[in-house]
């Protein structure tokens, strides 16, 4: 039996880089994966190299965190009207509009990361926190960067959204802090995504970790006995 057998996984931004990887892990170590992002061919992607390892066939959910940020609040009771319970979340959606001075900032940029890296962030923990306090084993895993906390020039629009993203996860597992439920920070550390390449598109991108290189350290941090409510875990360089 594998180590997650029997244990459902929630997990965003699941049709291309880091959530994707982590997907496919996830269900390599025997969960049934509840996959979310914003593209339907993107997700049947993921399924399909899911099934390639031999994990049980993903339920997909396309959802655009910005555009349909209130279809964000039926994730948590779906998934418990599907399987029963749910028991592990990882939150890999995220988005950098673009690196641009503070003071040069377009509304609707700004309005994009915070909808994205800040209130879906939100939605998502008011949605998943009563079944994932239910599960005997509750885990969640949300993804951060080393800019929330190290500011740097032209990093605002994306950094603010993520200090703000840290400061709600850390809230959250303060007041889990007496249950079973694990609530985690995890910086995978640079990572050939397309995320990355918006960011720094002269960068060769063999010479950062490929997203299936994270992928397992990721999973482990879900797997029982990992590590404790409330860490932040540096995974990269």
């Avoid at 948590?76 to 890999?92: C, E, K, N, Q, Y």
Wanted: proline share 8%; with cysteine; glycine share 10%.
């Amino acid at each position: 039996m594998s180590s997650l057998t029997g244990q459902v996984a929630l997990v965003t931004g699941a049709s291309r880089g880091i959530g994707a990887a982590v997907a496919v892990e996830l269900a390599r170590r025997g969960a049934q994966c509840v996959l979310v992002a914003r593209t339907q061919g993107g997700l049947e992607e993921t399924d399909d190299a899911i099934r390639a390892t031999g994990g049980l066939p993903a339920t997909l959910l396309p959802l655009d965190l910005q555009k349909r940020a209130q279809d964000i609040d039926m994730l948590g009771p779906s998934v418990v009207a599907r399987f029963g319970r749910l028991d592990i979340l990882v939150h890999a959606a995220g988005v950098l509009p673009k690196l641009t001075p503070v003071a040069h900032i377009q509304p609707r940029d700004m309005e994009e990361s915070l909808a994205v890296n800040l209130s879906a962030t939100w939605r998502m923990i008011r949605t998943c926190d009563p079944p994932l306090r239910a599960a005997p084993a509750g885990c969640a895993v949300v993804l951060t960067d080393a800019v929330a906390a190290a500011p740097a020039a032209y990093w605002g629009l994306y950094g603010a959204a993520k200090a703000g993203m840290e400061h709600l996860v850390r809230c959250w597992a303060a007041e889990v802090a007496t249950t079973p439920l694990r609530v985690i920070l995890a910086d995978p550390g640079p990572v050939a995504t397309q995320l990355r390449a918006n960011a720094f598109p002269g960068q060769d991108p063999s010479r950062i970790a490929d997203p299936a290189a994270v992928a397992p350290g990721i999973a482990a941090l879900c797997e029982p006995g990992g590590p404790g409510n409330g860490e932040t875990i540096r995974l990269g360089g």
